[in-house]
T-cell receptor, first 112, second 115 residues
Framework: DAGVIQSPRHEVTEMGQEVTLRCKPI?????LFWYRQTMMRGLELLIY????????DSGMPEDRFSAKMPNASFSTLKIQPSEPRDSAVYFC??????????FGPGTRLTVL | AQSVTQLDSQVPVFEEAPVELRCNYS??????LFWYVQYPNQGLQLLLK??????LVKGINGFEAEFNKSQTSFHLRKPSVHISDTAEYFC?????????????FGKGTHLIIQP
């Protein structure tokens, strides 16, 4: 069975550009999570969805960040405009009910 | 709110020796506990989970962990490590289960296996 799929795996962009990260959760999972990993702050929860509805976005750093889940098999995390401090690895994870979360391979974002 | 403390940022161990990676948590409610492993430039892989039931939990790759509610700990152990176990290990906690709540992670412990 396919795991969580993220694209792109690497993204290099210039400050001020729009960045869109994509995630396909494991089929049948009903919760989806976006995390960010940096050396300074470790792993942080940005936002999560349950049955495609955003439940908690308190971890989204600021209005430049937005996330959508238009259907059960796809989610996007958008940064507009991007800044160098947004450079990090962004992970998507999915889960079914109370079970563990399963992570994708991540997108390494570099903003120059 | 929950918090997780991984007391050791690095643990060097000789190959075939036993290892224990420590994890303590803080929470005002019952929790669900997880250990994840991250190999270089890869995502997080679930090692094991405690949702309920037996406090001794066995996971993949020969790892196990014991939930101790009185000491608010969930230490990870392996009786004999291999070079391939070199990785970053993260302890995580959730108040309402993996699918109902975001995970709060510790800072991670880098396990270094020496030949």
């Amino acid at each position: 069975d396919a795991g969580v799929i993220q694209s792109p795996r690497h993204e290099v962009t210039e400050m001020g550009q729009e960045v869109t990260l994509r995630c396909k959760p494991i089929s049948g999972h009903n919760s989806l999570f976006w995390y960010r990993q940096t050396m300074m702050r470790g792993l942080e929860l940005l936002i999560y969805f349950n049955n495609n509805v955003p439940i908690d976005d308190s971890g989204m750093p600021e209005d430049r960040f937005s996330a959508k889940m238009p259907n059960a098999s796809f989610s996007t995390l958008k940064i507009q405009p991007s800044e160098p401090r947004d450079s990090a690895v962004y992970f998507c994870a999915s889960s079914l009910r109370l079970d563990a979360q399963y992570f994708g391979p991540g997108t390494r974002l570099t903003v120059l | 709110a929950q918090s997780v403390t991984q007391l050791d940022s690095q643990v060097p161990v000789f190959e075939e020796a036993p290892v224990e990676l420590r994890c303590n948590y803080s929470s005002s409610v019952s929790v669900y506990l997880f250990w994840y492993v991250q190999y270089p430039n890869q995502g997080l892989q679930l090692l094991l989970k405690y949702l309920s039931g037996s406090t001794l939990v066995k996971g993949i790759n020969g790892f196990e962990a014991e939930f101790n509610k009185s000491q608010t700990s969930f230490h990870l152990r392996k009786p004999s490590v291999h070079i391939s176990d070199t990785a970053e290990y993260f302890c995580a906690v959730s108040a309402r289960g993996g699918g109902a709540d975001g995970l709060t992670f510790g800072k991670g412990t880098h396990l270094i296996i020496q030949p």
